[in-house]
């Protein structure tokens, strides 16, 4: 009896501090942009198999996602933001390769000059995939998991240059993401601890370097061992 009214209580307490956040998420979806709801992984995937969906990559699809991932974590319910990565990495690499964005009826962004190379279908196409297996790679910390995503789950055409660059893609993601989780803890003198991926077990086995460079090492002996 005890146990039962104690998880009910928590159960309460986890609603009635995490229900705001929640309500957040939910009228971002609702009146902002409708394609932001769920994880976003399904519709990538079909989008990559040649079915069309509205509103999937808009600018106003990515804010709805990136503050709604945000909410929804923050409410402490069973939920992560490994699916919406996905979706949000997709979105950014469909938006180098589309020009200019629009909110509504006005211009938000200009094209970059960088990038009017790769306006066109297939770059594009490449280009959402490599930001599908970035966003996987930084949730789960697996460089080569988001490349094997890609290949067997999201992407339609293959070819061993989208390969390397999916791997570029994911490696820098992954080493990224690491970087600044512990940026704030190197500058006020802990060691730096390589933790890649939001998804963490709270295990104590982490590589722990005095020095940054000391990094840089490990890449090249990895590169020279195949790892």
Request: glycine share 12%; aromatic share 10%; with cysteine.
């Amino acid at each position: 009896f005890f146990a039962v009214a104690g998880s009910a209580n928590g159960i309460e307490e986890t609603v009635a501090t995490g229900g705001p956040f929640l309500a957040v998420a939910a009228l971002l979806v609702i009146f902002v942009e409708s394609a932001a709801a769920g994880s976003g992984i399904p519709e990538v995937m079909g989008y990559l198999n040649g079915v069309h969906i509205r509103k999937l990559l808009r600018l106003r699809t990515l804010l709805a996602k990136i503050w709604g991932t945000v909410m929804i974590v923050s409410s402490g319910f069973a939920v992560g933001p490994e699916g919406p990565l996905v979706h949000t990495g997709a979105i950014i690499g469909s938006g180098l390769t589309r020009g200019h964005k629009n909110c509504g009826t006005k211009k938000c962004t200009q094209q970059v000059h960088l990038f009017t190379h790769f306006h066109n279908d297939t770059d594009r196409r490449d280009f959402i995939s490599m930001g599908a297996a970035a966003g996987f790679a930084a949730a789960f910390g697996a460089p080569v998991g988001g490349v094997l995503f890609a290949l067997e789950e999201a992407s339609s055409f293959w070819n061993a240059k989208l390969m390397w660059r999916l791997l570029l893609c994911t490696s820098l993601a992954s080493f990224t993401l690491s970087f600044c989780r512990n940026f704030e803890e190197h500058a006020e003198g802990k060691d730096f601890r390589f933790q890649p991926g939001m998804l963490s077990f709270k295990s104590n086995s982490v590589i722990r370097f005095k020095h940054q460079w000391e990094l840089l090492l490990c890449c090249v002996l990895g590169a020279l061992t195949g790892v």
